[in-house]
């Protein structure tokens, strides 16, 4: 909606025609399939140029139940989605999708009810409604806690339900998502069952469309344990279990899913584990995007947790969740190429954006450019009007920020003179 352009400079060579990477087989995630998730509340440090390099095709966001009606609060989402369609590359802006959080069982000293549930999302819903399209009643109820259990799957259903009849009556534009699903695996690498047999997911959406709970017009999904063990099971598991509901055949958007990279938690891994996921998640042929029920991928989230009260930049000490494509001071990370090359459909340009060129003679062209993932040295390569020279690097130490980008769509292409091109 806004074009935004980064305050950068850039030396752009005016030729013809983009670098490609090899094209990769078809699958159901296409060039407009590939969005990002992201919850960090200053999103001028999460959704900065590392998030508009991306070009993604949509935004998810959670917006927390109790909060809903706090104006500090509304602003800040407001602000969140400005920066989102800040960097949408077509008129309108990015297309977003909002799920609630997981509701208190109780709500201002009495047991929270569907309509006392509804009466709390409808003014916000009112409010944004004009910049979101798609809108989600929990956030991973069948993860833990009351809403983990028969009788709180029930209650989600109830919300659906509500929450369709209110869209329909007052935003007919607006659209239905799935509560966000998740996977449960066991150390070991097999699906976690109830004693009854069931799997923890095939258990929970059976008591949800049991009760009545609306799909809406997309599955919303989110399998981290399956990107952590490269797996298909859980992902094959819920389609197998919608096929039974009413929900069966609709598309599945993965609405979150990310790889751990350097966190406190057990689950914390090195960033080549990290990218080694991203690149399986991104896989068309043989990963997850090439699994037929899935339409849509979000990747969770941008950036590792920053201390926001250090005076100087630095990631934030003991914080239990690292999934972010960025360090906490704006370097990407190995995967952050990797999701760049799927979301921009294999653009070459997502290793640098912004290469310089010298001319030292008529018979000469130097390309200069950044090294890529960790590396921060500067690199030569030379045209003498025949042939180019070898890479070789000079060394020294560059910002993670390439200078310039422009809209894909205005950005005149470098990339015959890039060294990636030839």
């Known amino acids: 909606m806004f074009g935004r352009i980064a305050s950068r400079v850039t030396v ?23 969005g990002i998730s992201d919850d960090l509340h200053i ?16 935004f998810r966001l959670n917006a927390t139940w109790e909060a809903l009606n706090d104006r500090g609060y509304s602003a800040q989402i407001q602000d969140r989605i400005n920066e989102a369609n800040a960097a949408a590359r077509s008129p309108g802006g990015m297309e977003i999708a909002v799920s609630f959080t997981v509701p208190p069982q109780n709500w201002q000293g009495l047991p929270l009810t569907g309509q006392a549930w509804l009466d709390q999302v409808a003014p916000f819903i009112d409010r944004f409604s004009p910049d979101v399209e798609w809108w989600s009643p929990a956030n991973e109820p069948g993860l833990k806690g009351w809403t983990f259990t028969p009788m709180g799957a029930l209650m989600v259903a109830d919300f659906s339900v509500r929450l369709k009849s209110y869209l329909e009556q007052n935003h007919a534009a607006d ?23 069931t799997s923890f997911v095939e258990r929970y959406v059976k008591f949800f469309n049991k009760a009545g709970g609306q799909f809406g017009s997309a ?11 490269t797996s298909f099971l859980s992902t094959d598991d819920l389609v197998t279990t919608l096929s039974a509901t009413s929900g069966a055949g609709l598309p599945i958007w993965v609405t979150e899913a990310g790889a751990r990279a350097d966190d406190s938690s057990t689950a914390s891994q090195t960033e080549a584990q990290q990218d080694a996921q991203v690149k399986w998640m991104t896989d068309t042929s043989a990963g997850l995007a090439s699994h037929d029920g899935i339409t849509r991928l979000h990747y969770y989230n941008m950036r590792e947790e920053p201390d926001t009260a250090s005076p100087t930049c630095r990631a934030k000490a003991n914080f239990p969740w690292d999934t972010g494509l960025v360090r906490a ?7 952050w190429y990797t999701w760049c090359l799927a979301s921009r ?14 001319s030292w003679s008529s018979s000469r062209l130097d390309v200069l450019w950044r090294g890529y993932g960790d590396d921060a040295a500067i690199y030569r390569k030379w045209w003498d009007t025949k042939s180019w020279s070898s890479a070789s690097t000079l060394g020294g130490a560059t910002t993670s920020s390439p200078a310039v980008v422009a809209p894909a769509s205005k950005r005149t292409a470098w990339s015959a003179w890039s060294p990636l091109a030839q």
């Open 12 to 34: 752009v060579l005016a030729l013809a025609g983009f670098a490609v990477l090899p094209a990769s087989a078809s699958a159901d995630v296409g060039p407009g399939g590939w």
């Open 43 to 58: 999103p001028r440090i999460s959704l900065d140029e590392t998030f508009d390099e991306l070009e993604p095709k949509s």
């Open 175 to 197: 659209k239905l998502l799935s509560p966000d699903f998740n996977d449960h695996y066991n150390s070991d690498g097999t699906l976690k069952r109830h004693p009854d047999g």
């Open 219 to 229: 599955v919303a999904w989110h399998p981290y344990g399956g990107i952590r063990r």
């Open 329 to 335: 001071c704006g370097d990407k990370r190995p995967a």
């Open 345 to 358: 459909g294999n653009d070459a340009a997502c290793y640098d954006d912004s290469p310089g060129a010298a």
